[in-house]
């Protein structure tokens, strides 16, 4: 039998839930987008998958090379996009802001909470966000 992993974002509890065959095996804490830049609500399949990625502001367009100081952390999963702007799970160099709403819509996560869920998907896996 194949094994089924599923990503489930719960934006009212700030979490993120990884299952297994329908069966949850991680629950992590996550930083969700602001009032003006909320995460997209939906299903959605991983597009993208990027360790060490590189960050471009979304409105002034500078970008920051991987390190410690990159706002994308160690790691980025791409969910959505619309041709110019995306959205997805990354690590963040602030870990404190987590459980706050105050990322560009992404679901940030701390670096070692995103390095375990990247090992778990592949490009494909569903995404579902709830609000």
């Known amino acids: ?5 599923t990503v489930r974002v719960r934006l009212s509890e700030r979490q ?3 299952y ?14 602001q009032a003006e830049w909320q995460t ?24 920051i090379a991987p390190g410690p ?17 995306q959205i997805g799970f990354h690590g963040t160099n602030q870990e404190s802001l987590i459980g706050q709403a105050v990322s560009h819509g992404c679901i940030r996560m701390r670096n070692q909470d995103i ?3 990247y090992d778990y ?11």
């Open 20 to 33: 297994r065959n329908d069966q949850p095996i991680e629950r992590f804490d996550v930083a969700i987008g």
């Open 121 to 131: 998907l592949a490009l494909g896996t569903p995404v579902v966000v709830e609000p």
């Open 1 to 5: 039998m194949p094994v089924e992993i």
């Open 69 to 85: 100081d990159n706002p994308l952390g160690t790691r980025w999963i791409g969910f959505w996009r619309d041709g110019e702007a």
């Open 115 to 117: 390095q375990k869920l």
């Open 16 to 18: 993120v839930l990884l």
């Open 40 to 63: 997209p609500v939906g299903t959605f399949a991983v597009q993208q998958m990027r360790k060490d990625p590189a960050w471009q502001h979304p409105i002034t367009r500078t970008v």
